[in-house]
C-alpha cells in the first residue's frame, strides 16, 4: 500500500548531486530512504550556497538542523558531534541530509544564516543543546535553555536527572539594545524597571517605550515572551523569547524505548496529537521497513485529518477571540468537542491519546464509529459556513487582518514556512500532494492556497482546509468500508500479549508527515537497541515563529495579536 | 429660621428626592439587569445554556441572582492597593466613573409633567434648560476616571489603554455633539423635557416627529459614537482583554467591580438617552398625554389585557420549556417553576382586576393622570430596555477594531458625515418652513 517513492526521486537526486556538485562531497550514502552527503565543515557553506541556487537541485528549503552527539555509539566514530542540515527541494520534491563531522575540542561550523533565515534559531537551538558554536552567528544565545544553564543538555555525558533551577528572569534587554541602537534610538541611559520606563530620559522623544509582553499574556498561546520597544502603540522592535515550556522531551527520548516515545509526541501540538503519534510512528516503520495494511493506512488518514481539523478549530476559534469577536469560537469548538467524544470512546483520554502504535493500532476500533466521525463531519459545513458569514465580509474582520503579518512566499521558504502558512503565500505545496504517504495520492482533494500571505489569508487557508479534510475523511471511511474483512488469523498464530520488542537497525532517518501547522518531521538515530540513541523533532511551529520579528515589527500592538493568532503557536511544540 | 423653612418648596424638594431615588433605583436595577442580559444574551447566541446555578430558594430568575453572588464576591474579595501607583488618582478612578454614571440620568424626562389639581411636577429630576450640553458635558467626563486610573497604576498596560480612552473619546466626542445639533435645529430646544414633548407632534399628520424620524443619519451617528463612548463591543479599545489588558489590570475587588458597574450603568444611560432623544421618550405613538387622560379607564383595560397575554405567552413558553428539559436538579432548583407560574399567575390576576376595575370604579383626575404616568414611564423604560438589548447584541457580533482604525473613522468618516448631516437638516429646514 505504500509505496514510498522518495527512494526513486532521491536516486535521481544522488546522481545530480554527484553530478553538479561532486568535489566537496565526502561521502555521499543512501540508509532508509534518507540520502545523506557529508561534507567537511569549511565546504559547508559553499556548499549549501551551490545546491540551494543550482537550478536542478533547487534546496530551497531548510527543514531542520539536528545535532548528535555520537560519544555511545557503537563503534565508536572518529568525530564526536555531527550537524546535520535536513533540507527540501520544493520544486523538485528531493530530500537531502548534509552531514557534517565536528570533533570533539570546540566544535565549530560555519554560520548558514546568510543562505536560510531560519538557520538562526535552528542554529541558536543546536548550540544550546550540544555546545557546537556556530561562527559568524550574529547572536549565539542559547534558544530553549535559560542563558545561565550550565552544559549542554543533549550531550551524551550530561546526566538525564540533573536539574538547574532558575529564579530570576532573562531580561532580553542586550538583544533590544542592540536593535534599537541600529535604528538610531539608543536606549543606554533607561532603567527599565515593572513600571513606567522611570528616569528622565523617558520624557526624551527619543527613547521608545518598553513594554514587556508575556510570558503570561492573553496573546501568547502557550507561554512566550515578546520584549516589545514601542512608539505609540506601533512596534519599533521586538526580541521574542522561547523556552518556557521546554521540558527536554528529545532528552526524555532518549531515555524511553521505542513504544514509550508515543506518549511523549501527544504533547508536542497537543492541539492534534494523534497527527504526531503518526507521525513518529511512520517515521520508525520507515527505520524498520514494515508496510502497514491499507486498513491501517486508511484509518490513520481518517485520524490524521481528524486531528487536522481539531487543530484548525482550535487556531481559527481562538484567533477570532484575540481580535474581540467571541461568538464564532462556540461554533467551532462544538465541533471539537464532538471530535473530542469519539477520541475519548476511541483511547480512554480527550487529550493525550497516545493510540497509534508502530505499525498498527493497539486495539480494534468501535462498531459505531464510522457512524459517529459522519455525523460531526455532517454538522461541520453549516458551522463552517456559519462562521466564514460572519467574517468573511466582515469589515472589521477584513481591516483587522487584510495586509497584516503580510510575508512573501521567498521569505516564507527561507523562514522555513510550511503547512498553512506557506500555502497562504500562493504557494501549493503540501506534502500529502508533493510527498504522498498512505494513498493521499489517490484520495480527491484540493490544496488550498491563499494570495496575499497576510492574517486573512491564514486563516481562510486554515477554515477551508478544514472542508477539505471532511472530503478526505469522507472518501476514506467509504474505501474503509468496502475493505474486505481481514482474514481470520491462522490457527498455529500466536496472538502477542503486550508490546512486541522493537529495535531498528543501525542507522539514521528522516521522515516528514503534513501535519496541521506545516512539516512534522524526525530525524532517528538508532543503535540498533531498544532505545532511540538521538530523536530530533522537526516543529513546524518554531520556524513559523521565527519569522514573528519580521512579521511584526512596524506594526501595532492590535496587530501583534492577529499575527501571533493567526501563525498557530502550540508551546507545546516551540519549546519541546 | 422658620421663615426659612416655611419659604421653602417643600413639594418641590420632596418630589425632587423621590424622583431621584426612583431615577437612581432604576439605574441600579438595570445596572444588574444588563449583566444578566449580557451574560444570557452571549449564552444564547453562542449554544451554551449560561448562568444557572446560583439561587435563593431555587429562584434563579434567569441568572439574575448570580450578580448578588457576584457583589458579595466582590465586596469580600481582598483589596489590594499596589505599592507603586499613584494613591490619590488610583483611588479616586472608580468613584468618579461611579458617580458620573449616574448623574447623566438627572436631566432625562421619565414621563410627562404630572398635573393634580394645581400642582404641576415635572417628570424629571432636574429640569435644567441646557439638559442637551449637561448631557454630552457629564458623558464626555467619565473618561477622565480611564485616564487617571490608566495613569495612576503606574503600569504600562494601564497607560496604553488610558491613552487609547482619551483618544477615542476626543474622536468621538465631537461626532458625537454635531449628530446633536441637527436635533437641536428642528426642534429648536435645549430643554430636554420641551424636546420629548415636541416628539409628541405629527409629522404630515400620520408619521410621529421622533428624533429618529426627522433626523435618521444622526441617529446612525449619535448611536455609534455612544457605543464608542462606552467603551463596548467593537469599540472597546480602552479594555481590549487580548491585547492590552486594560486600565483596570491594577485594580481588585469592588474597586475593579466599580468599573463594571459603571459599565453597565452607562448602558441603561445610553439606552436612556438615545431614546429620549431619538425614540419620543415617553411618547406613546398616536396617543398623547390628553387623550391618555381622558380615556384612562380604557387605557389601563387596553393595558392590562396586554399584559394578561404576554404573561400567558411567558407562561406557554417556560412550559414548553419545562417539558423539554430532561435533567433534574434534585435541589430547591426543581421547583423555581411554582414562582415563575405563580408570578405570572399574579399578573393576571391583576391585569383582570384592572380591567374590572375599569368598569366598576369611576376615575377621578388623580387616578386619570397616575394611569398616564405609570403608561409612559413604562413605554420609556421599554425603548431604553431595547436600546441595551441591541448595545449587548452588538457586543457579541463584531469583532474588535484598531486604534488607528478606530480614529479613521472618527475623524474621516463620522465627523464629515455629522457636518453634511448639519449642512441638510438646515436645507431642509429652509425649504420645509
Redesign the interface.
Known sequence: MIENNSSTTANTCKDLLALQIGGDIIALEETNGTLFATVAPDSLHGFLAKIRDNQVLKFDLLVDIAGVDTLLLTPALPDRFQVVYILLSTVFNHRLCVKVNLGAENPSVPSICGLYKIANWLERETFDQFGIIFAGHPNLKRLLNFKNFVGHPLRKDYPIDKRQGFPESEDLLDELKTKLARLNRPIDSVKIT???NETDAAMDDNVP?I??IGPA???VHGILRLLTAVE??TIIALVPEIGYLHRGVEKSIENSNWHQVVPYTDRLNYASPMMNNIGYCKAVEKMLGITISERNALYRIVFCELARIMDHLLCSGPH????????P???LF?IRENIYDIMEKISGARLTYSCVRIGAFPYPFYDAFFDDVETVIKKLAPVIDEVRR??ER?R??F??CVDIGKISTADALAYGFTGPCLRATGYAYDLRKAQPYYGYDTLDFDVVVGTNGDTYDRFFVRIYEIIESAKIIRQAIKRLKELPPDPPAAEGAKKTKGFKKVAPPTGAVYDATEAANGELGFYIVSDGSAKPYRMKVRSPSLCNYSAIEQLAEGA??????SIIGSLNIIGGEIDR | MTNILRNLDWIFIITTIAKACFVWGLALFFMTLNITLDRKI?SF????VGPNRAHILGIRLFGFILNLADGVKLFFKEDITPS?VNKFYYLASPFIIMTIALMGLAVIPIADTLTISNISIPMQVLDLNVGFLFILAITSLSVYSLVLGGFGS????P??SA?RASAQMISYEIAMGLSLVGLVMVFSTFQLGELTSRQGHLLFGIIPKWGIVVQPLGFVLFCIASLAELNR??F?LPE??????GFHTEYSAMKYGLFFMAEYANIFVAGCIISTLFLGGWQIPWLPTDTLKANSAVVLQAASALAIIGALFAAFRLHVFYKKRRYKWSDMRDYEGIFLYGALGLTVLAGLGAIIAGYIVPFNDIAAALVALVLQVSIFIFKAFIICFIIVWIR??????????LMRLGWKIMLPIGIANVLITGVALLLFR
Open positions: 515593572g513600571c513606567t517605550f513594554v514587556n499574556h492573553p496573546i505609540g502603540e477570532l477571540i484575540d481580535l474581540g469577536a467571541l461568538t469560537f462556540w461554533y462544538q460572519l467574517v466582515n472589521i474582520f481591516d483587522r501595532m500592538i492590535a496587530d501583534l495579536v | 452571549s447566541m453562542q449554544d451554551r507603586f503606574n503600569s504600562k498596560f497607560l496604553f491613552m463591543v467593537p472597546d481590549g482583554e487580548s491585547e492590552i489588558i457579541w457580533s463584531l469583532p474588535r477594531l484598531r486604534y488607528d482604525q
